[in-house]
């Protein structure tokens, strides 16, 4: 990793917020000025805004244009509508459902027994609570070469997709433990889609959350007193059902969140780079309760084969989040700053939304890069000037350097450690993938120490084994404090006190935002004692008066400085108080 000369904390200091004991790990020397990013092009393919703050026309394809027929509708048309379908290999299909029927409901991927006798098989009406119980290993039978003598006696479940409390959709009979695909299809009004497809095993439960809009931290509360209802709901009448319902509000709780503290962090970092952003479609979060499932053959020529279906940890995917920013100010440094610091953070929050409800520790990019460092692990940031130097250093598979290399060819920069690392029983990577604007993909590759599968995403994985009904009777307290955390007033010390901290020394608001303000007033008051000078020079004495009125206007002049220094008004007429000392905006 190049050498710093400076060391400042960034985002990528991340505290735990919920233990007696503060944990810190630290991102050191890393400095976003130090990465390469070209501002020739800066973001104008979404706006543009003219430094005498006139705004452009948000698409200025359209600006010569003039509306020629107006139509107006009662209400949006079905098909002018945003959709979303939801699909998977095993035959789940939810048709096209528009998104404002979504909004606020949760929507649910699990699975069933198949029948009784799968039921009897199992042992256990709810696979969850069969998870929860320490899961379950069983003889699939015996195999010699590629024939069967006994077996194979395997398990079967059917996969449900609920939407609210409504199953909209069952699928086919499937081999538990079986590799499967959801497709989760999104289709703007004008029909151009966007689609992600994501590989599981049947036996996971999947909380698919869309958030078109700004979540408040009031619902982390309201659904974590949920999931607590629901726990005490089974634990007096233990029925299966309500079993699975619980897990599921817990994971989606979990989603709910995320884009919580995501929005708040993105609030306050808006504020102090005064920046604009919004999420132009509805954002998709994916919280899996998750399984491990193996097979092991025991023999030579005969084989004693034996199936493991066990718990898993959670893990957080978050596929589909498109964001666009701007700066209020025409500052394009200041957005790229916000762009940059909002994706660290929201890579954060990944995995400190999984321990802040459920005090297990996670991993996401942001943890992953942090802990390296802070452990020792070189992390490099890696680009077209370097790359050749790099690339040889890191001790990570082929596929993944490949990746790097064409990434980096495509024009992006590479934030990544130099090895893998072991966090508890995770093992695995991280890194980051940064475009020229500041906007990238934050991913990590990896899984529990076992016989488990090695995938990859883009958001947070625990690093042990989950028991949801452990960490249910929790929930409701735990989620209840990180609302409050964030409900608190920026005069009382919560925990994005730590993010503020964390974030605004390194950028400096005098030249980002007050440089253009005190170049102006510093201009009038160089020409003021200018016609001073000159004054005195022509006129001598009799210029008195005139001088006097001079020197009282940069007096004024200087004051008005002194008071530039610490409230402006932005471009809408909103007054913004800035602290230098702590670099704060309230």
Known sequence: MPSKTKNWPCICDIYNIFSNTTKRWS????????????????????????????????????????????????????ELRHKVQITTSDGINSGLIPIPLLAKEKIILKYMPADDSQVNFLGDQSIYRLLDNGGKSWSVGLLFGSVWWTGPYYAYVTPELIIGNQTVSTGNAVTLGSGQTLNYTFTNAKQNTIQDIKSYRAGDMYSITLSPAYEHSSRIAEEA???????????????ASTYDDMVSQLLYTTGITYYAACDKTEQLLGETYITKSYHPIARCDYVSRGVRYWENYNGIGIYRVYANYM????????????????????????????????????????????????????????????????????????????????LPKLRLAQWLIDEIRNDVNAGYQVIIPETEVIIGQWHGIGWAVLGSNGFGAYMISGGLNSNSTNATLLGGWGTEPMNTYDEAGSVGANGGNMA???????????????????????????????????????????????????????????????????????????????????????????????????????
């Not at 996670?362 to 992953?368: E, N, W």
């Not at 950028?507 to 200018?530: H, K, P, R």
């Open 225 to 239: 007193s949920k999931t607590t209802d629901l726990k005490q709901e089974y634990d007096s009448t233990g029925n």
């Open 27 to 78: 991102f050191e020397y890393y400095d976003f000025k130090n990465m390469k990013f070209d501002l020739i092009d800066f973001f104008t393919s979404y706006i543009n805004v003219k430094p005498s703050y006139e705004w452009l026309p948000l698409d200025p394809s359209f600006s010569n244009y003039t509306v020629s027929q107006a139509v107006n509708y009662a209400e949006i048309p079905d």
């Open 311 to 390: 718990p898993g940890a959670i893990s957080h995917d978050v596929p589909i989040d498109s964001i666009s920013s701007y700066s209020k100010i025409g500052q394009e440094e200041g957005c790229l700053l916000f762009n940059l610091k909002t994706g660290f953070a929201n890579s954060g929050w990944e995995s400190q939304s999984i321990y802040g409800l459920f005090n297990v520790t996670a991993v996401s990019t942001t943890y992953i890069i942090a802990y390296a460092q802070s452990n020792g692990i070189p992390v490099y940031s890696i680009n077209s000037d370097n790359i050749d130097e790099i």
């Open 484 to 586: 409050d955390e964030l409900d608190k007033s920026k005069n009382e010390k919560t925990v994005f006190d730590v993010l503020r901290e964390l974030l605004l020394p390194s950028v400096d608001l005098e030249d980002l935002i007050l440089g253009g303000c005190l170049e102006l007033v510093f201009s009038t008051i160089t020409i003021l004692m200018a016609f001073t000078i000159f004054s005195f020079m022509v006129m001598g004495f009799v210029a008195l008066p005139l001088a006097l009125v001079f020197i009282a206007g940069i007096i004024a002049l200087i004051y008005i400085m002194v008071l530039i220094a610490g409230v402006i008004v932005d471009p809408e007429g909103e007054m913004i108080i800035v602290n230098q000392e702590t670099r704060e905006v309230s």
